[in-house]
């Protein structure tokens, strides 16, 4: 979905707070036994909005995306100033998608109709498993029922509607995933997004893996259990459009397909990342991480930005090879010859192509192979070499 002006642009709001961390998670998400003063944050929010804006000039904004954190921790009061600031600072698309991220516990689910008053038009459940068992193995607070009537709730309030799974779990075998997929489906699904379990650095489970504690399926089984997901999800009309991403056509996620075609996007609050054309560069910015640091920081000057770098014409090249490759559609090789100034290796893409790994369509985008999909940072690494 682009604006008029055929320009897709996207504000990324990271509200930081959980109620809990969980074991596998790296995300820059922080839990506080203390009630958060949102009403501070709100102006905190709005004041960096507002400061980004006065940097970007004229947008039309086309997506915006509640992550975190647990964003279904806020007030709607709180969802929708945010949205009031967005609107004061940009023109809105009138088909904006508006996601917010949400924790499928009854209490959160109660505020939907709050957050739909308040604007939000689409919703992401963390819902990680329809299994009792491996939703307390994965410290999740809440039960596969709970999961179950949040979805119902959801898909009751709001136009779309979107939920996780985290499969290649401890001990769990190909059929096993297979019902539990099949039942996810069943449950009216227009988008999923399907992740491998991976142990990220200084989590806690890295320390139960490093300590042989968790023991995740092997390489074959990893394989087997991506491949009926493939099969099982296209079967059911969710084919993937990007390596995680399933939906049904037309019921993609806006947002992160501007992330990955290399389009622009604004990041507020604690730990954002955006993407900002400025002056003839693009700019890759980031916030301070901390939530109280970042919230003293945009009090004392504004905004929270620690990181606001010109990419190099090969950087942003290399980052649009990267991200663009994840999706079904691929990429439109001229762009990236644009951006950095040189063409990719036709011998690389004949060797690649020859392996099976890599196809170009007749119109001449590239785009990489079911069977390259599942190595496909060594794709994308030899292209870019």
Known sequence: MTSA???????????????SKCPYCDFNSHVRHAAVDEARYLRAFAAEI?????????????????????????????????????????????????????NPSSVEAGRFRGYRAAGVNRVSLGVQALDDAALKELGRLHTAQDALDAVA?????????????????????????????????????????????????????AALHAAGRLALPGEDTARAL??????VCARAGLPAYEVSNHARPGAECRHNLVYWRGQEYAGVGPGAHGRLDIGGDRHATATEKRPEAWLARVEAQGHGLVTDQALTAQERADEF?????????????????ALAHRGLDPARIEALAAHGLLACDQDGRLRVTAAGFPVLDAVVADLAA
């Open 226 to 231: 991506y491949e009926a997901t493939q099969e």
């Open 321 to 337: 090879l990267l991200m663009g490759l994840r999706l079904a559609e691929g990429i439109d090789p001229e762009r990236y010859a």
């Open 50 to 102: 507002a400061a980004t804006a006065a940097r970007t000039g004229g947008r039309t904004v086309t997506s915006i995306f509640f992550g975190g954190g647990t964003p279904s921790l806020m007030q709607p009061s709180t969802v929708g100033g945010i949205l009031d600031a967005v609107a004061r600072s940009w023109s809105i698309s009138p088909e904006v998608e508006v996601t917010l991220e949400a």
């Open 153 to 205: 709730v959801a898909r009751s309030v709001f136009e779309r509607c979107s939920f996780d799974l985290i499969y290649a779990r401890p001990r769990q075998s190909v059929a096993a995933w297979v019902e539990e997929l099949s039942r996810a489906i069943a449950q009216g699904a227009e988008h999923l997004s399907l992740y491998q379990l991976t142990v990220e650095p200084d989590t806690p489970f």
């Open 5 to 19: 002006s055929g320009q897709a642009f996207g504000i990324y709001v990271h509200w930081p707070f959980c109620l």
